[in-house]
């Protein structure tokens, strides 16, 4: 069996069930009141057999409306995002610019590791806690790599220190892969996300940072896609994901 698949397999054994309604509106059938409304009128079948209205869905059954099976994507979702500067990390509903607003994914998905406000550049974003829940143990020591701009010239003191650790929020950061890309332009690999950290690290050596670009988180890069678009991960991706999140790895 692909590795592929099993992280998807792990995922629809933890799938809950879910009421039926919201499940057609997941689906991208029709909102949850009309999906109320199609299942009273009869049109839906769940296994075979007329729906009722408040029925809870599990992984597995098959669910119709007329004649056409509807899935929920119960299938697991994993998407790459490249997100603009402005577009904010929040469910909350009443940010209009919040990142769930903007991508508008037909199937409720929500961010694996924020990128605040004012930077851009690669999201993942998916409707499977798990994968958000391994990522975010910050003992795991997961790779996120930026390609930062700042407001003068990069010394070699100023990329040693960054290398070696900075005091922001009462702490030291970890140590880092730090390098020159140009001028004004450098890489930073970092496996800790403290609160807009590349920032304050900047910050507490002189420096500003003009521009921030996250070009990849573990295995998955941003590559060539383009500014607000996203796209799905590779079975590929998916496998080496998978064998980073169980090794607690890059």
Known sequence: MRVS???KEEFLQKTEPVRLNKYLSEAGVCSRREADRLIESGRVTVDGQKAQTGMKITPGQVVRVGKKTVS??????VLAVNKPRGIVCTEE???K???????????RVTYAGRLDKD?????????NGDIIDRMMRGANRH????KVTVDKEITEEFLKKMSEGVPILDTVTRPCRVSRIGKY???IVLTQGLNRQIRRMCEALGYEVKDLVRVRVMNIRLGSLKEGQYRKL????LEELYDLLNKGGR
């Open 5 to 7: 698949n099993r992280i």
């Open 72 to 77: 929920r994507q119960d299938d697991m979702i």
């Open 93 to 95: 509903k009443r940010e």
């Open 97 to 107: 610019n919040s990142i769930v607003r903007f991508l508008d994914y037909p199937v």
């Open 119 to 127: 930077s851009r550049g690669l999201l993942l974003m998916t409707n």
């Open 143 to 146: 790779e996120k790599e930026y």
């Open 185 to 187: 332009t450098f890489s």
């Open 234 to 237: 590779s079975d590929e991706e």
